[in-house]
């Protein structure tokens, strides 16, 4: 095995037209623009109980964090949509890969991260105030070039990108368990490096294959240089199956420091409804909140779409705001599956790890009046976009529901991706 570490420098020495891939305005389906539509944050925080706020919370910025993924869709909705605005809280956002250091060190107050063992543990500074994203995905991207996506075992001897070792990796294994290729890592050329870069060097023809969250896999088969041989969902999954409250682990929460909570009470109750209101934006007013999306994460508009289609239908309701003692279960039982290695003990986050942020995100949802998130999606959701919906038809309700003409809208016909396209008449 050849494993090589290349800095992040390597990558940011690219052409500039390549750094445009993220973001190609000459490509563009569409300009992204959030419409004006029905939406009154005023009345959406009519529910709300407002209390008063104490000296310190008074005039007091609330830091909230962000990494760059997919995953974290709702972070920048609140913001754009008026609710933060409407719930009297001053909010400075920041996307940022750094953005668990900053909770840590006190400098963020909120962020929108990943479950871990360490911040979920009693004398954490941190803890999972809500989920935002439960179960998967993540996804092996090739390029298509190089890799068969017909023939899986085709990737074995070549050059990946990533954070993580095959063998040692609990997607990785699952993947090698479904399409028959190696999970040895001494079969690959390893190269480490985060995703963004990653998707970059596989563009540049650096590395052959990568590991990623989205929008780094979309935005690699929209521009055509890549395509998803695999998507990993966290769990264990029969074929058709999608993710549910009772079979999906966890993913990403929405993590508060305990000071911000103790010394800012009613802020941190307003920051939490903020959130559940994000995510029910997401819902009722996903082609909106697509365009947010692109805006926010610097991606096409077609990749926004793609996106929030993904986290709220194809995959199941997996955005969200409720997690439970049974999404830890899950998420053990993936990771403890595999023997001959076995994950490493400090990668697995068991359900005994989850209780005290179960016991206080509990408490903060009762203070604050959080709605239950099931009974939310059987009532406003469901019927406008039930799960099984093909990508065209959400989109077309997606866009009635907003008021998008078919003129303003994004073209979805003309694009380099079959992934979601395929039942699409072009």
């Known amino acids: 095995m050849k494993k090589r570490v290349i800095a992040v420098l390597l990558v940011g020495a690219m052409s500039v037209s390549l750094l445009a891939g993220c973001h190609d305005s000459s490509s563009e389906t569409a300009a992204v623009e959030v419409e004006e539509t029905d939406y009154d944050p005023e009345e959406a925080v009519a529910d709300f109980e407002f209390g008063e706020l104490n000296d310190t919370e008074e005039g007091y910025v609330v830091e909230m964090g962000y990494f760059n993924c997919d995953h974290m869709c709702s972070s920048i909705i609140a913001e754009k949509a008026g609710i933060y605005e409407a719930l009297g809280v001053n909010v400075n956002i920041t996307k940022s890969a750094e953005t668990v250091n900053a909770l840590i060190s006190g400098a963020m107050d909120v962020g929108y991260i990943f479950f871990s063992k360490n911040l979920m543990a009693e004398d954490s500074p941190l803890f999972q105030a809500s989920a935002n994203h439960i179960g998967g995905s993540r996804y092996l991207v090739v390029n298509p070039e190089v890799v068969d996506v017909d023939d899986p075992t085709s990737i074995e001897g070549k050059t990946i990108g990533g954070l993580t070792e095959p063998e040692t990796d609990a997607e990785w294994r699952k993947w090698s368990e479904e399409y028959g290729f190696s999970y040895n890592t001494a079969d690959y050329n390893l190269v480490t490096m985060g995703q963004q870069d990653a998707m970059f060097a596989l563009k540049a023809g650096q590395v052959d294959a990568f590991t990623c969250c989205d929008p780094y896999a979309s935005i690699a088969e929209y521009e055509g240089f890549g395509k998803i041989l695999a998507i990993s969902w966290g769990a264990n999954l029969e074929e058709g199956d999608l993710l549910t409250d009772e079979n999906a682990g966890t993913c990403c929460s929405y993590a508060m420091s305990k000071e911000f909570r103790e010394k800012c009470p009613e802020l941190s109750r307003r920051m939490i409804y903020a959130h559940m209101l994000a995510v029910e934006y997401l819902y ?33 309701r997996t955005i969200t705001w409720q997690w439970s003692e049974q999404n830890m279960i899950n998420s053990e039982q993936f990771e403890r599956q595999w023997t001959n290695p076995s994950v490493p003990e400090e990668d697995i986050i068991s359900a005994e790890d989850s209780k005290n942020s179960l016991e206080l995100s509990g408490q903060i949802f009762q203070d604050a009046g959080v709605k239950d998130f099931n009974e939310f999606i059987a009532e406003e959701v469901d019927e406008l976009f039930p799960l099984g919906m093909t ?4 989109y077309n309700a997606a866009k009635a529901v907003d008021g998008i003409s078919d003129e303003d809208a994004v073209d979805i016909t003309d694009t380099a991706t079959p992934y979601l396209n395929e039942n699409l008449e072009v």
């Not at 990508?391 to 959400?394: G, M, N, Y």
């Open 284 to 316: 009722t007013h996903p082609y909106n909140a697509a365009m947010m999306f692109a805006d926010g994460f610097d991606v096409d508009p077609y990749v926004g779409l793609r996106t929030v289609y993904m986290k709220t239908v194809a995959e199941g």
């Open 391 to 394: 990508f065209e038809d959400w």
